[in-house]
């Protein structure tokens, strides 16, 4: 699912080297013009726009620990400060990092070696989605859900992972062959191998045991 071009709100950029927040945020502001985006270094900066209030704040990982002294701050002085939807971007994503990451209240961790263009896409849909998540986001794609840390135990390359998330976006065997440049059968191979090693009887429960909506469809699904 692509972003809504519409998404509006306040979203703080956080990075330690001043270029890479300035470059980032002119970016979700010229691809989001109802956005407004502020950048920040410093903790002062961190503190003065928690206080105006943010709605999502993008952190690279190593100014996690100055976001964290600059909310403390917050706190300290007396700052009413909301709770805004936090996204982590990491160039080392492993399994250290995601704990971390979930014991933070961290929403989403997402690689930031991937094309700009598919993290501002994971940015936004943090930022569109209608609640705070319950659990961290798989880096490998926004839209994978709490339990996609079995991804590496379902998923042989990227391509496997790309197919997971174009099921969830309800694309047939072709339009997936299309989307990721593979044979029409060569992608049922990769979908029959997947929904073995994921133990799904289908894709749609394959789909749902990756979405970010895994929970809340198991909880409909008991309920009828």
Known sequence: MSPNMSSSGRVLVC????????SFAALLRSTFSSLEVDAATTVGEIVMSLESGVDLVVIGAPFLVLFESASNEAFQRGISVSQPKIVLLSRDI?????DEAQSQ???????????????????????DSDVKATGVYAFQHWKLGRHSADLSKVCRDDIDVRIISLIIDGMVNEE????????VQTVRNRISRLLAAAGA?????????????????????ANY
Request: proline fraction near 2%.
């Open 15 to 22: 990075h330690d080297l001043e270029v890479v927040a300035v």
């Open 94 to 98: 492993n399994d250290q990092l995601l």
């Open 105 to 127: 209240g961290i929403d989403a961790v997402i690689d930031a070696r991937h094309p700009v263009e598919d993290i501002v896409n994971a940015v936004m849909g943090v930022l």
């Open 176 to 183: 997936i062959a299309a989307q990721t440049f593979i044979a």
């Open 201 to 221: 009887k289908n894709r749609t429960q394959l789909a749902i045991m990756f979405s970010r909506d895994a929970d809340s469809q198991r909880e409909k699904n």
